[in-house]
């Protein structure tokens, strides 16, 4: 069965820090790949999204993401942190079996200390 | 302007009772879904929508039924409402293709005692 992981429960980095989130999915065929973030109190709102093309993937907010497809992850980054990147961080994963549904990886909270 | 609307955001209801969710969407996106959020912040999908053709999730229990009379709406209707249900629900809409963004409501947070 489909599924997406994330390994990282809750992250807590000092400011100017560098980041990286993980994120494993089981999927042998072709995916499409998220990373949502839901700011305290807020919805959710994309970050990046890959489908195809160049793995490296720039998002909004300094973030970026690589897709390896031979360890099937797609790891989040930021270089240097700011205490307002402390949110909850969810990666998805479009399995492309016919709905358009987006499956959700467990979450990782990230706290940015000032 | 929101591009994808809830009512109410916060539901306190008793076990038992019948509740909905409305969700609205000014995008004119032709697929809509309703994700649940649980205490652990898991999401899981719950319904997806597009074009009359409704996808249900296995799991969840058939007390919960969407309803769409338009493109622009998904409302939520929980029938016999359990303590088990109390989560945080979003609804989310987009185009149809699986490369597009969805784009989530603010949620409703429903509490039943």
């Known amino acids: 069965a489909q599924s997406v992981s994330q390994h990282n429960h809750h992250v807590i980095l000092s400011e100017a820090a560098s980041l990286e989130l993980g994120c494993n999915y089981s999927y042998g065929g072709t995916v499409n790949l998220f990373w949502y973030v839901q700011y305290p109190g807020q919805h959710l709102q994309l970050l990046l999204k890959?489908?195809?093309?160049?793995?490296l993937v720039k998002g909004i907010k300094g973030f970026e993401a690589e897709f390896i497809k031979s360890k099937f992850s797609f790891n989040l980054r930021k270089p240097s942190v700011q205490w307002s990147d402390t949110a909850e961080y969810f990666c998805a994963v479009n399995f492309l079996t016919g709905a358009n549904n987006l499956f959700f990886g467990t979450g990782t909270r990230l706290t940015v200390i000032p | 302007d929101t591009a994808v609307s809830q009512t109410p955001k916060y539901l306190v209801t008793q076990m038992g009772n019948d509740k909905s969710i409305k969700c609205e969407q000014n995008?004119?996106?032709?697929?809509m879904y309703w994700y649940k959020q649980d205490s652990k912040k898991f999401l899981k999908i719950m319904f997806s929508y597009n074009n009359k053709e409704l996808i249900i999730n296995e799991t969840v229990p058939n007390r919960f039924s969407p309803k769409s009379p338009d493109k622009a709406h998904l409302n939520l209707h929980i029938n016999s409402l359990e303590l088990g249900d109390s989560a945080v629900y979003f609804c989310?809409?987009?185009?149809?293709?699986?490369?597009?963004?969805?784009?989530f409501g603010p949620g409703t947070r429903l509490t039943v005692l």
């Open positions: 989310a809409s987009s185009r149809p293709a699986s490369y597009n963004e969805q784009f």
């Open positions: 890959y489908f195809s093309g160049d793995p």
């Open positions: 995008l004119g996106h032709d697929t």
